[in-house]
Nanobody, 113 residues
Framework: QVQLVESGGGLVQSGGSLRLSCVAS????????MGWYRQTPGKQRDLVAS???????NYADSAQGRFTISRDNARNTVYLQMNSLKPEDTAVYFC???????WGQGTQVTVSS
C-alpha cells in the first residue's frame, strides 16, 4: 500500500499550463504502473496518462500531444505536465498506483475560457 498526495492544481486560462505533482509515502521504484486519472461530477474516472517503471507511457486521445507524464523514482514523485489547456480539461485529477489500487485525494484543475 502507498499513500499518494497530489498538488499543483488551480485555475488557469484556456491555453495555459499546469504541472501536477504526486508524492508517494514510500519508494515507487517497485511500483511498475503509475497514472493520472480525472473525473468530473456525475461521470466515471478516466485514465489520462500512465507510465511504467522504465518510462513507457500511454495517453488518452484527449491528452496526446498536450500532456506529458513523467516520474522521478528517486523522489517518489510522478508528474503531469499539462499544456494548451482547454475548458474541457476541467476536472479533479487523481494520481494512482494502478496495480495496487491506491489513489490520492485529488487536485482540482479549472480551465476558464
Amino acid at each position: 500500500q502507498v499513500q499518494l498526495v497530489e498538488s499543483g492544481g488551480g485555475l488557469v486560462q484556456s491555453g495555459g499550463s499546469l504541472r501536477l505533482s504526486c508524492v508517494a509515502s514510500r519508494s515507487i521504484f517497485s511500483i511498475n504502473l503509475m497514472g493520472w486519472y480525472r473525473q468530473t461530477p456525475g461521470k466515471q474516472r478516466d485514465l489520462v496518462a500512465s507510465i511504467t517503471r522504465v518510462g513507457s507511457t500511454n495517453y488518452a486521445d484527449s491528452a496526446q500531444g498536450r500532456f506529458t507524464i513523467s516520474r522521478d523514482n528517486a523522489r517518489n514523485t510522478v508528474y503531469l505536465q499539462m499544456n494548451s489547456l482547454k475548458p474541457e480539461d476541467t476536472a479533479v485529477y487523481f494520481c494512482a498506483a494502478i496495480e495496487f489500487g491506491d489513489w490520492g485525494q485529488g487536485t482540482q484543475v479549472t480551465v476558464s475560457s
